[in-house]
């Protein structure tokens, strides 16, 4: 198959939606990370997409809308909670777990009773999403255990060949994937860490937000059991070893420095990610991208200084230390 290459021009974009409507494959940009779309409907094009990425089948997708109107086509017993979230988060990095309505083939939710919705901040998302007049079921555009991709580039790089089209547009401006927020039980809760924090919510909310407490683990493999499928897959792994340096800052830098020239002198190439921790929103903007540059220039190693774990932190290190495989050096 060759892929297409389209612009985010409105008569790309028309392409992008016929393609769409005939049961295939595009990728599209959204202000997270760049999503591999298919009609959301359609059983088959969705099973398509678990075959282009490698993913496991029962990981459930999310289902990309461009009105706050279309969550009621979607979702059974819609809580004045939701749309209190729905309007003032959308469009942008939220998503809603919800009870689903039967229109939602099991295909796309991995068989679950409820379904993923989220209407992103990108207008080339959205006009594509509105041109197809279809919900779009698209999780990251990356080959499944590789980094999210931010630029359509990244698609090509792992899609190449085997998806119909990618609309290449700006970069992702936040970087990390939507905060993923459970709103079918009593009290919400956080499954997946974004830009859209826990205070975030309780503040809209005005009342308490969970946060699913096994994302506060460091999972050897057994006994993990987050409440979102995808969070205990093998994710965002480099070519290169990774390792997070982690304690007070001035000896994290130091000691980064030291392992640094140590294995230079081996003959090793080494790529260093260090963020100012002051600005975490920078650095969830830049991590992904940051680890396809390291395995871009051929590192051996990436050495990496720990974020504070709090708000958008907490997120950013979410990734890094899967990426890292929970390889920590504590100085
Ligand atoms: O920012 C994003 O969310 C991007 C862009 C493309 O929108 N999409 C994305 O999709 O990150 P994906 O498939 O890579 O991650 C979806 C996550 C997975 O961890 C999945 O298990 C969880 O959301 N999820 C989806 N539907 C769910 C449901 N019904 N219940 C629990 N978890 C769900
Ligand atoms: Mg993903």
Same mark, same amino acid.
């Given at each position: 198959? %060759?892929?297409?290459?389209?612009? /985010?021009?409105?008569?790309?974009?028309?392409?992008?939606?016929?393609?769409?409507? !005939?049961? +295939?494959?595009?990728?599209?940009?959204?202000?997270?990370?760049?999503?591999?779309?298919?009609?959301?409907?359609?059983?088959?094009?969705?099973?398509?997409?678990?075959? *282009?990425?490698?993913?496991?089948?029962?990981?459930?997708?999310?289902? =990309?809308?461009?009105?706050?109107?279309?969550?009621?086509?979607?979702?059974?017993?819609?809580?004045?909670?939701?749309?209190?979230?729905?309007?003032?988060?959308?469009? +942008?990095?939220?998503?809603?777990?919800?009870?689903?309505? *039967?229109?939602?083939?099991?295909?796309?939710?991995?068989? &679950?009773?409820?379904?993923?919705?989220?209407?992103?901040?990108?207008?080339?998302?959205?006009?594509?999403?509105?041109?197809?007049?279809?919900?779009?079921?698209?999780?990251?555009?990356? &080959?499944? +255990?590789?980094?999210?991709? $931010?630029?359509?580039? =990244?698609?090509?790089?792992? &899609? %190449?060949?085997?998806?119909?089209?990618?609309?290449?547009?700006?970069?992702?401006?936040?970087?990390?994937?939507?905060?993923?927020?459970?709103?079918?039980?009593? $009290?919400?809760?956080?499954?997946?860490?974004?830009?859209? #924090?826990?205070?975030?919510?309780?503040?809209?909310?005005?009342?308490?937000?969970?946060?699913?407490?096994?994302?506060?683990?460091?999972?050897? +493999?057994?006994?993990?059991?987050?409440?979102?499928?995808?969070?205990?897959?093998? =994710?965002?792994?480099?070519? !290169?070893?990774?390792?997070?340096?982690?304690?007070?800052?001035?000896?994290?830098?130091? !000691?980064?420095?030291?392992?640094? #020239?140590?294995?230079?002198?081996?003959?090793?190439?080494?790529?260093?990610?260090?963020?100012? /921790?002051?600005?975490?929103?920078? !650095?969830?903007?830049?991590?992904?991208? %940051?680890?396809?540059?390291?395995?871009?220039?051929?590192?051996?190693?990436?050495?990496?200084?720990? &974020? $504070?774990?709090?708000?958008?932190?907490?997120?950013?290190?979410?990734?890094?230390?899967?990426?890292?495989?929970?390889?920590?050096?504590?100085?």
């Amino acid at each position: 198959m %060759n892929t297409l290459l389209l612009n /985010d021009t409105t008569e790309d974009i028309e392409k992008a939606a016929k393609i769409i409507a !005939a049961g +295939g494959l595009v990728a599209f940009p959204t202000e997270t990370v760049y999503g591999l779309g298919a009609n959301a409907l359609n059983p088959s094009a969705v099973d398509k997409v678990y075959a *282009a990425k490698g993913r496991p089948s029962d990981n459930p997708m999310i289902v =990309h809308i461009a009105e706050i109107s279309d969550l009621e086509r979607l979702a059974e017993d819609i809580t004045k909670d939701m749309l209190i979230l729905a309007e003032k988060f959308w469009p +942008g990095p939220m998503t809603m777990v919800v009870k689903r309505k *039967a229109v939602v083939p099991d295909n796309t939710t991995g068989g &679950l009773d409820t379904v993923g919705i989220r209407m992103p901040n990108n207008d080339t998302a959205l006009e594509f999403i509105k041109l197809a007049g279809c919900p779009i079921a698209a999780p990251s555009a990356n &080959l499944s +255990g590789k980094p999210s991709p $931010t630029t359509a580039d =990244h698609v090509i790089e792992d &899609l %190449n060949g085997n998806i119909d089209a990618v609309i290449k547009s700006d970069d992702c401006r936040v970087g990390i994937e939507s905060t993923v927020i459970d709103m079918t039980g009593a $009290t919400p809760m956080i499954l997946r860490p974004g830009i859209l #924090t826990q205070e975030d919510f309780s503040e809209a909310l005005k009342k308490r937000v969970e946060m699913d407490p096994e994302l506060n683990k460091r999972p050897d +493999g057994k006994d993990f059991h987050p409440k979102a499928p995808g969070m205990k897959y093998k =994710h965002y792994a480099p070519k !290169a070893q990774m390792i997070i340096f982690q304690g007070d800052r001035q000896g994290v830098l130091a !000691a980064i420095d030291t392992e640094r #020239t140590e294995r230079e002198s081996a003959g090793e190439k080494v790529y260093v990610i260090i963020y100012d /921790d002051d600005m975490q929103k920078n !650095a969830a903007r830049r991590f992904f991208s %940051n680890l396809r540059q390291a395995d871009k220039e051929g590192a051996d190693v990436i050495l990496a200084a720990a &974020l $504070t774990e709090e708000g958008v932190g907490f997120s950013v290190m979410n990734r890094m230390l899967k990426s890292a495989g929970y390889n920590i050096r504590n100085v």
